[in-house]
C-alpha cells in the first residue's frame, strides 16, 4: 500500500529501513495484521507510512495504549525518521512528545492556548495551568 502511495516520489525509507526501524517486526513478517499485538500494528502503520515517502508525517496519538517498552520502541524510531522526514505529532504525552519536538502548541477545547520551543513547553506548570485555565500563569511567561 506504501508504495502505491508513493507514486512517483522517490523512495526515502525502504523495507529494510522499516525492519531496521523496528527489529521486532522482523520475525513478524508472515503473520497477518489481526494476529499483530497493538504495538506491533504502531510500528507496521508507520512503516507504511514512511513507504509512502511522505514529505510530512502526521501521527495522532502514537504511544496510546502502549506498553511504556513499546512507546520507547516507537519514540526512538520517531527520532531517526525525523532526521529526514518532517512530522506533525499530536500526543497527550508531553514528556515523549517534547523530547522529539522542536516546537509545540498546547490545545485546549481545540483552541491554542500555549505554544513555543519544546524547552519552553517543557515547564510542566504552564501546561498544566493552560488545561486548568488559568490566564494568569500563562500571561506571566
Given at each position: 500500500?506504501?508504495?502505491?502511495?508513493?507514486?512517483?516520489?522517490?523512495?526515502?525509507?525502504?523495507?529494510?529501513?522499516?525492519?531496521?526501524?523496528?527489529?521486532?517486526?522482523?520475525?513478524?513478517?508472515?503473520?497477518?495484521?489481526?494476529?499483530?499485538?497493538?504495538?506491533?500494528?504502531?510500528?507496521?502503520?508507520?512503516?507504511?507510512?514512511?513507504?509512502?515517502?511522505?514529505?510530512?508525517?502526521?501521527?495522532?496519538?502514537?504511544?496510546?495504549?502502549?506498553?511504556?517498552?513499546?512507546?520507547?520502541?516507537?519514540?526512538?524510531?520517531?527520532?531517526?525518521?525525523?532526521?529526514?522526514?518532517?512530522?506533525?505529532?499530536?500526543?497527550?504525552?508531553?514528556?515523549?512528545?517534547?523530547?522529539?519536538?522542536?516546537?509545540?502548541c498546547v490545545l485546549a477545547a481545540g483552541r491554542p492556548v500555549l505554544e513555543g520551543t519544546a524547552a519552553?513547553?517543557?515547564?510542566?506548570?504552564?501546561?498544566?495551568?493552560?488545561?486548568?485555565?488559568?490566564r494568569d500563569a500563562l500571561s506571566d511567561s
Amino acid at each position: 500500500m506504501g508504495e502505491v502511495a508513493r507514486a512517483d516520489r522517490a523512495a526515502v525509507f525502504g523495507y529494510d529501513d522499516v525492519y531496521d526501524l523496528f527489529p521486532a517486526l522482523t520475525r513478524l513478517r508472515d503473520r497477518m495484521g489481526f494476529a499483530l499485538s497493538g504495538g506491533e500494528q504502531q510500528m507496521v502503520a508507520i512503516g507504511r507510512a514512511l513507504i509512502a515517502s511522505p514529505r510530512l508525517l502526521m501521527l495522532d496519538e502514537p504511544s496510546l495504549g502502549l506498553a511504556p517498552s513499546v512507546t520507547r520502541v516507537v519514540y526512538a524510531a520517531l527520532r531517526e525518521i525525523k532526521s529526514t522526514t518532517a512530522m506533525l505529532l499530536v500526543e497527550q504525552s508531553t514528556t515523549d512528545a517534547l523530547s522529539l519536538a522542536d516546537r509545540g502548541c498546547v490545545l485546549a477545547a481545540g483552541r491554542p492556548v500555549l505554544e513555543g520551543t519544546a524547552a519552553e513547553l517543557s515547564d510542566r506548570s504552564l501546561i498544566v495551568a493552560s488545561y486548568l485555565g488559568q490566564r494568569d500563569a500563562l500571561s506571566d511567561s
